[in-house]
């Protein structure tokens, strides 16, 4: 069986990704290579889930955590080939199937924390290049509002197509992975 065959289809991804524990347990795991212990999962994700530092969740809390993890969360992961878990040791880590899941995640995160960003900065320097040119500050004199106004649209256009460009290449993407 070839590799793109036993790939994960966005279906499953999302499937897996649908409930909010199992989120946080693949979040979890990804920061630790070695694996983590079911116990230590469950204290973790308690204290996500309650706000709370680790070291303050109850018993009570981590006991509903574990339990939910060790009945329902842990054997569909692992069903799906996205974690290992050592009944024995405890242990759970990440397979290679988990990027398939966890790739959308970061995909989420990069484009929400990279492009409201990039406008406001150019919001922020297009209002002070514009400001600067109104009042005829030294360096700016030279310029004339309806110039720099002109540039700051041209600006926004061309990171506007950026965007776009972006967007579709990524949902390609998504398409083309989920045609395997």
């Known amino acids: ?22 989120r946080y347990a693949l979040h979890y795991l990804s920061d630790q290579p070695e694996g983590e212990k079911l116990q ?42 996205v ?12 397979t290679g199937h988990a990027d398939d899941v966890t790739t959308y995640l970061q995909d989420d995160e990069d484009r929400s924390d990279q492009w409201h960003r990039y406008y406001l900065a150019l919001v922020v320097a297009g209002t002070v290049v514009f400001t600067a040119t109104v009042l005829e500050l030294p360096v700016f004199a030279a310029l004339t509002p309806t110039i720099v ?15 776009f460009l972006v967007r579709r290449r990524e949902s390609q993407g998504v398409s083309r992975s989920s045609e395997h």
Do not use: C
């Open 40 to 81: 230590e999962l469950a204290r973790q994700l308690a204290a996500w889930e309650n706000e709370i530092a680790a070291e303050e969740v109850s018993k009570k809390q981590q006991k509903r955590v574990y339990v939910s993890l060790y009945q329902t969360h842990i054997p569909k992961l692992e069903a799906e080939g």
């Open 83 to 94: 974690v290992d878990y050592d009944s024995e040791s405890g242990l759970i880590t990440l």
């Open 149 to 163: 106004g002109l540039t700051i649209l041209f600006a926004f256009g061309v990171l506007t197509v950026q965007y």
């Open 1 to 22: 069986m070839s590799e793109e065959k036993d790939r994960l289809s966005p279906d499953q991804a999302f499937d897996i990704l649908s409930n909010q524990r199992r």
